[in-house]
């Protein structure tokens, strides 16, 4: 007799945070049974970047569950609770936790939820129209073994991968990484004689501000150099806040593709630019430095775009710049060149592969329903939803934590066509629409 294969109501692909809420937001429900599978041997969320004293940019309510339901064992507060640290929590009196303490969060949460399976990447997947389901190809990263799962409904949480433009890619690996990786270079840079960060965004000044703490002990010369026109804040007012609201999601997604491009393009201040505290960090540094008659070995550079990056002869690199707005250029050396230069939503060949089966637009980029599925080219009751590469159809806070138990809510309650997680109509003081 021929053996049914088990076919899951949802395989998700990934478990960074989106995803793990999924998971933890489903558990409880009898009508889904799912699996999510991550290549990474555990949860780890951006180790690189774990750097002692950076905090979380939203407050710890935007952890896995609460925003949907606060009686999920799965709570921050129950980590807390777990962890018998109620206390220290209670007297330390923050909302934005360390950022090393939500990781820790998520492993808590990851290790409990059967439903997430480590050590395992996604390859390949199928639509087998007869049988309404999909079929998807999952490779044990250890013993490379490839086997096959059975789900009605899929869901994509792969995240973002770090950029690096293509001169500095040429001569990477050694003295040229990725911010992502600051955290294991840490040691060469102590024992360097020259650093510099380029790029300015959170990552850029939370890099550069640990590197500042250390620079008198470490004893190397410290540049910070940006194309942008300064070291700029983020925007981070209460009102601006409300852009990564479900408000601003819903009344930005109805927008003309073209208009909702050009808008996104415009506000990168509420993404990229520099926390507050950091830049007051790194000024109070700057200017602790500066006391007494110690020359200050720091330099910190706007309006200079690096276009090219060679090794040299005494062993380190040297940048090629152009003053963007004197149009002269300029060459500067360091031993060690670290890229700030930020990260892309990460969309696996498997899905765009998929020609046939889905709907893209003029920029090759997948059309998306505002209920987070992608939108395929024969209606089909068998959905892929989608976490990642959503900013051009749902906007600025496509990867906010802050939205991903409201996104969470709009997939559970689609998957199982019931009010599971009921959703608010309003949800700020301000109004987007007419
Ligand atoms: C340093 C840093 C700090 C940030 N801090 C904040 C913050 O404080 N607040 C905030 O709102 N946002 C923050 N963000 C933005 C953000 O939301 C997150 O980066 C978040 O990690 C996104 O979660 P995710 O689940 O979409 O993806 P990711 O965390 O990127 O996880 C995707 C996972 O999918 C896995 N994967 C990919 N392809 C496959 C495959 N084929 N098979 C199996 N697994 C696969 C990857 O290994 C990865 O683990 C930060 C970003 C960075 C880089």
Redesign the pocket.
């Known amino acids: 007799m021929e053996q049914r294969e088990k076919v899951y109501d949802l395989i998700g ?8 809420s999924l998971a933890a937001l489903s558990e409880p429900l009898e009508d889904v049974e799912a699996l999510f ?4 041997p555990a ?4 180790p690189g ?1 774990l750097i002692e004293g950076t ?4 407050p710890f309510l ?1 952890d896995l569950v609460t925003m949907a339901d606060p009686t999920n064992p799965y709570s921050f507060l129950n980590y807390i609770n777990k962890n018998g640290r109620m206390y220290p929590f209670y007297f330390l009196q923050r909302l934005d936790i360390p ?1 090393r303490e ?1 990781n820790d969060y998520c492993q808590w949460a990851a290790e409990q939820l059967t439903s997430c399976v480590f050590g ?4 390949g997947l199928t639509l087998e129209e007869e049988k309404s389901l999909y079929v998807v190809e ?1 490779r044990d990263v250890g013993t490379q073994e490839i086997r096959t799962y059975f789900a009605e409904n899929l869901v994509l ?5 770090p950029v690096m433009p293509a001169s500095f890619r040429k001569v990477e690996g050694g003295g040229v990484f990725h ?2 990786e600051f955290l294991s270079h840490y040691d060469d840079c102590r024992n360097a004689e020259s650093i510099t960060v380029v790029g300015s965004g ?2 850029a000044a ?1 890099t550069f501000r640990e590197l500042l703490k250390e620079q008198r002990s470490g004893g190397y010369r410290l540049d910070w150099i940006t194309r942008s026109a300064g070291f700029e804040s983020m925007e981070e007012s209460k009102l601006s806040l409300e852009h ?1 609201s479900p408000d601003y999601v819903d009344y930005f997604y109805q927008l003309p593709q073209k208009q909702k491009d050009d808008i996104f393009a415009g506000q990168g201040l509420y993404y990229k630019g520099i926390s507050n505290h950091t830049i007051n960090d790194i000024y109070n540094l700057l200017y602790e430095h500066s006391v007494g008659r110690e020359t200050l070995n720091v330099g910190l550079k706007v309006l200079s775009e690096i276009n090219g990056v060679e090794r040299n002869e005494s062993g380190g690199y040297t940048l090629e710049g152009r003053h963007i707005q004197k149009d002269e250029t300029f060459s500067h050396d360091s031993e060690v060149i670290i890229a700030a230069t930020g ?1 892309q939503p ?1 969309v ?1 060949d ?1 899905v765009t592969e998929l020609t046939d089966l889905l709907v893209w637009d003029d920029e090759g980029r997948y059309k998306v329903t505002e209920d987070y599925r992608l939108v395929q080219q024969k209606p089909n009751s068998n959905h892929i939803y989608v ?2 590469g959503i900013s051009h159809t749902h906007g600025v806070g496509s ?4 939205l ?1 138990v409201h996104r969470n809510k709009v997939i559970i309650n689609h998957l199982t066509k019931r009010n599971v997680y009921p959703l608010n109509e309003t949800n700020v003081f301000q109004t987007f629409d007419v």
Do not use: C, D, I
Not at 157 to 161: D, I
């Open positions: 692909v990934g478990v960074g945070p989106f995803n793990l599978f991550e290549k990474q949860f780890e969320w951006h970047m905090k979380m940019q939203v935007a950022r939500y395992k990447e996604v390859v999952v949480g792969t995240g973002s991968v911010t992502s959170q990552s939370e990564f990260y990460y696996p498997f976490h990642s990867t906010n934590l802050g991903s």
